[in-house]
């Protein structure tokens, strides 16, 4: 379901390479939920950090959105970062193909095609950090 990934930075510093190593693949930050401040403010619980950011590449989504526009049900591309229970931060970017097992969405070639392009740069992406990318579903 996922790539996988530690980074040996400070939470906040690991956002920061994340976004910009998304950036050199060509996606933008649509969203940002940074659910450790959602959950004090709604709830007053205490959570480790932990953000969810919206990734878009804008070529790739128009492409999938003109194929079968219910794929916008699943955009943008989820990335969470998190402060790791013992230091350090994970990192988690959906796989664009686990998104196509939805319904027959996987049946669509012009789908399995931007599913695989954006698997691809997400891989780059993930694969940047360090040698604990970890391949395939979680």
Excluded: W
Aim: proline share 4%.
């Amino acid at each position: 379901m996922a790539f996988t990934t530690r980074l040996d930075q400070p939470y906040e510093e690991a956002v920061e390479t994340v976004i910009e190593e998304l950036k050199k693949e060509g996606f933008g930050i649509l969203t940002r939920v940074d659910v450790h401040d959602a959950l004090k403010e709604k709830i007053g619980v205490d959570f480790r950090k932990y953000t969810i950011l919206g990734a878009c590449n804008p070529p790739l989504a128009h492409r999938a959105l003109s194929a079968r526009p219910e794929v916008g049900l699943l955009l943008p591309c989820n990335v969470v970062v998190e402060a790791a229970l013992d230091g350090g931060t994970v990192v988690r970017i959906i796989n664009p193909r686990a998104m196509m097992q939805f319904g027959a969405l996987g049946d669509d070639v012009t789908l399995r095609e931007v599913a695989e392009e954006a698997a691809g740069k997400l891989e780059r992406v993930v694969k940047v950090f360090d040698d604990a990318f970890i391949a395939g579903m979680d």
